[in-house]
């Protein structure tokens, strides 16, 4: 596609439950980086990788959140036994090699009740 | 630590007035420096980037942003605001070699006729 794309856009979910956030950079770009953003706060870094491998993982705030890129290509962001605090929006960006100007996706509203 | 600071949370500007959101940045060394804009429901887009040379630097929509080292500022102008530019600004700092962008907490921009 022409950007971005994230699936779901909105995902409600009980506490305690897995959920899988997916999404599908730009053909061709190497760079994908997650970041999630809490309510009337800026994006926060969780992870980026350069190909198929996690380069920083360091943003992920605790071992329940996981998230892979298999083919270097679609990534998808896991997070296990959910809590209510992991309520935010969830935003991919890819860019072209990571030294490049990063586009976003328009998120995943993750809400755990 | 490395942070970016946006210190107006809310800004209300007339349709046609000039507008400047603030950013200040505070990081061992200039990093590399953003603004991006995000509208409801919408994915972040940048508007512009300074990485080095001339500190005033055009972006798209008609806005501008003038960096000052001795400031530690990079704050975002537009002479005449449109009703369209509601939405959230955020400012985000970039550092040499790093993967991740430091974002604001961001600005809400309120257009009134």
Known sequence: GAGVSQT???KVTEKGK???????PISGHTALYWYRQ???QGPEFLI???GTGAADDSGLPNDRFFAVRPEGSVSTLKIQRTERGDSAVYLCASSLNGASEAFFGQGTRLTVV | AQ???QPDIHITVSEGAS???RCNYSYGATPYLFWYVQSPGQGL????K????????????????????SQSSFNLRKPSVHWSDAAEYFCAGLLTGANNLFFGTGTRLTVIP
């Open chain 1, 38 to 40: 809490s309510l009337g």
């Open chain 2, 45 to 48: 887009q940048l508007l512009l």
């Open chain 2, 50 to 69: 300074y990485f080095s040379g001339d500190t005033l630097v055009q972006g798209i929509k008609g806005f501008e942003a003038e960096f000052k080292r």
């Open chain 1, 48 to 50: 980026y990788f350069q």
């Open chain 1, 8 to 10: 779901p856009s909105n």
């Open chain 1, 18 to 24: 897995y959920v899988e956030l997916r999404c599908d």
């Open chain 2, 19 to 21: 507008l400047e959101l």
């Open chain 2, 3 to 5: 942070s970016v600071t």
